[in-house]
């Protein structure tokens, strides 16, 4: 069996030359001090194809256009079995690329493996390094969030600062009026069809160069035996390959990928900030105004990235130990100091995102479903600190009984009695009567009969402006004549799907004045205070379009 | 397999085979972890159907207070639903029955051969498909093939003279 298998890849190689190409390729003499340093090239390699891979699969349920793109990727989010972790390795996957290929310039840099006869070979690593910045650039609007408008916006701006260039880059953009269609189109365009081949093929010449050139051979390198590349080296590049997979699946899985409200032009209370390996290049705009801005925006970053290209004929010297390059280590501890302290500013300027404005999509959404009545109860459960001593979906030891499936146990006379009076109808209990009126306790009875291992969860996680907007919608009785999920009057609109129709500026309005925005409107003015205005419209604003199983 | 590789250099004793084997093995073993927890997500992202909005309800088809037995209707009304992440409202037509006792019918408005859109012919009492020549008679059976199924039926509920339409079922040939 072994003889005929060893045939077959004989003649297999006889007629296609694979086998003996991957030999070649594979036994490739590499210097004695080769090790665990060299690491970084075959991750970002494999990280690389990850993109690729996941980026496929994300375009397969993603539709590129503004509007269908953000209900693309929620729908990837929540109705598609894994697909949060498919987005979440693509996110995260991409700021991993940052962090491997900097520490894959760090140690070339280090080592002096720049450095004659290498130079294009770190020029084509600068290429790639700018490339997987472009993607981030590019990556950044497709979700078409707010986060993603916005941040787009302030790029799109800085890139019209360019003297000269300026105008044809945001016509190259199409961003020289909003950021609409066009230019949704062109950032796709680039992130899936121009970027992919071109990163490629300088992959393929970054290693057809050091293959070239051989791996760079530290002092003291000509005297010892050369090793292979396999399978010692081939073995550490697996063992990081496999360590970068196993804390970027984790990351996948652990940490969430925002998905916040969907792209409002009209929105001006929205903060933008960048993906955070640009935060000190945000940071550093902010020491420059006026006419000297260009400087931020264009002259320093030119300058950093003509020093990185040029930094093989800046050091012409030989290639030393690690021990005296001193200057070496100085230059990248002072650009390290220089990035952490620029962006350690930056995080801390960071104004803290009214919840309002950054609804996670990606989060637990069941409160979505539920009515207004039911959310207003949420509301109450919280004011009256009902988790105090009662659990719901916890395990903490508490006073009182837990209050999962509450509905199934006890009907609504008996609740609603107990919430009056619980030793009326519990003779030994501890608990003190519910002290609120009767219209504020049918709306914490609705919540009790929703209690549902499926929705149980519901009064922990729910956003608060969500339990404060359905609170107001039924202090005010809006449910008298508009609809919520399947829940109320049919005098006015059903207010489902009111994002798509209307912008948060035009409801506030209609709020205050309604027969100011439409005419014959029968509805009265509302004016809510400032705080109250914003829940209630973010919370309606988050409503699901449509309304399930109607 | 290792006699298609060089031979090893001359400090090739038990201790570097050994250490040979080892990092063979770690390299296809770490392969192979970080394929299968690739392909396992990957075949369930692609495999797995989303999970689908609640079943739509029944829908009003129209008044059926003027429908007179042994003469079908071709009502239309329209159906909302979530084509993947996008809502959608659809015309769809149903073929509206009333039998001789009374009941209401209501069948899909497409041939079970393949799929064309049949019609009803006054003069000769029956459904007939166009394009391959199916007959159905009133109450949906085959009269002639090549279809080999009867017509497909919605479920129906009347309320207040209104025809409301519930899901099209498959009929069993």
């Not at chain 1, 016509?171 to 365009?189: C, E, K, N």
Request: charged share 15%.
């Amino acid at each position: 069996m072994r003889k005929t298998f060893g045939e077959f890849i004989e003649a297999f190689d006889h007629r296609t030359g694979l086998h003996s190409a991957l030999r070649t390729f594979l036994y490739e003499e590499i210097p004695a001090s080769s090790g665990w340093h060299q690491v970084f090239g075959s991750v970002a390699l494999f990280l690389i194809m990850i993109q690729f891979f996941t980026g496929a699969m994300l375009a397969f349920n993603y539709a590129p256009t503004p509007g269908d793109a953000y209900n693309s990727v929620r729908y990837i989010l929540t109705e598609v079995t894994a697909g949060r972790l498919m987005r979440g390795l693509h996110h995260w996957g991409a700021s991993m690329i940052i962090v491997v290929v900097v520490l894959h310039m760090v140690q070339v840099f280090l080592w002096g493996a720049y450095k004659k006869p290498r130079e294009g070979t770190w020029i084509v690593g600068v290429l790639l390094l700018l490339l997987s910045l472009a993607y981030g650039l590019t990556g950044y609007l497709l979700p078409w969030d707010n986060r993603a408008y916005w941040g787009t916006v302030v790029t799109t701006q800085i890139g019209a600062t360019v003297p000269i260039m300026g105008p044809y880059v945001s016509r190259l953009l199409a961003s020289t009026g909003d950021i609409g269609v066009v230019t949704f189109a062109r950032f796709y365009g680039l992130h899936v069809l121009l970027l992919p081949p071109a990163t490629m093929l300088l992959i393929v010449l970054h290693v057809y160069l050091v293959r070239r050139h051989g791996v760079a051979p530290a002092p003291g390198d000509e005297l010892r035996p050369k090793k292979s590349f396999f399978p010692e080296q081939v073995f550490k590049d697996t063992v990081a390959v496999f360590v970068a997979f196993a804390i970027l699946f984790v990351m996948a899985i652990a940490v969430r990928v925002p998905l916040e409200r969907m792209a409002d032009p009209t929105d001006t209370s929205y903060i933008p900030r960048p993906e955070w390996y640009f935060l000190f290049l945000f940071q550093l705009l902010k020491a420059f105004s006026g006419p000297l801005e260009v400087l931020g925006t264009v002259v320093l970053p030119t300058l950093a990235i003509l020093a990185l290209i040029l930094t093989p004929f800046i050091d012409r010297s030989r290639i030393v130990r690690l021990r005296q390059r001193t200057l070496a280590f100085g230059v990248v501890a002072l650009a390290a100091l220089g990035w952490g302290g620029l962006t350690g500013a930056a995080v801390r300027s960071t104004p803290p995102q009214t919840e309002a404005s950054s609804i996670d999509f990606s989060g637990p959404i069941e409160w979505m479903q539920m009515s207004p009545a039911e959310m207003a109860g949420v509301h109450y459960f919280r004011e009256e600190k009902c988790a105090t001593c009662h659990n719901v979906t916890g395990d903490t030891p508490k006073a009182g009984p837990n209050l999962l499936n509450t509905g199934r146990r006890h009907d609504a006379d008996w609740l609603l009695m107990h919430f009056k009076q619980p030793s009326a109808v519990a003779p030994n209990t501890a608990m003190a009567p519910v002290d609120l009126n009767d219209a504020a306790l049918r709306d914490l009875l609705a919540l009790m009969l929703k209690l549902t291992p499926a929705t149980g969860d519901v009064a922990d996680t729910a956003p608060e402006f969500a339990a404060e907007g359905a609170y107001i919608f039924q202090k005010n009785n809006c449910g008298t004549c508009h609809a919520v999920n399947g829940v109320g009057g049919k005098i006015g609109p059903v207010l489902n799907g009111v994002s798509a129709r209307r912008t948060e500026a035009w409801v506030i309005e209609h709020f205050q004045n309604p027969q100011k925005m439409s005419p014959k409107t029968p509805m009265p003015p509302y004016r809510f205070n400032q705080a109250d205005m914003q829940n209630e419209v973010s919370y309606l604003f988050t409503l699901p379009d449509k309304v399930a199983g109607k | 397999m290792s006699n298609q590789f060089p031979a090893q250099t001359e400090g090739a004793e038990a201790f570097g085979q050994t250490r040979r084997a080892f990092y063979l093995a770690a390299i296809y073993a770490l392969g192979a972890v970080i394929s299968v927890a690739l392909a396992i997500p990957t075949a369930i992202y692609l495999l797995v159907a989303p999970r689908a909005p609640k079943e739509t309800g029944f829908i009003d088809a129209g008044d059926i207070s003027e429908l007179t037995p042994g003469a079908p209707v071709e009502l239309s009304f329209q159906e909302s639903r979530i084509d993947g992440w996008r809502p959608e409202t659809q015309q769809k037509t149903a073929w509206v029955v009333k039998t001789p006792d009374n009941k209401i019918l209501a069948f899909g408005p497409q041939c079970t051969h393949l799929a064309c859109a049949y019609h009803w012919e006054n003069g000769q009492n029956k459904f007939v498909c166009p394009c391959h020549g199916s007959e159905f008679s009133i109450d949906g059976k085959v009269l002639v093939g090549p279809a080999a199924r009867p017509l497909d039926r919605y479920q129906t509920k009347i309320e207040n003279n209104r025809l409301q339409l519930g899901e099209l079922k498959q009929s069993q040939g």
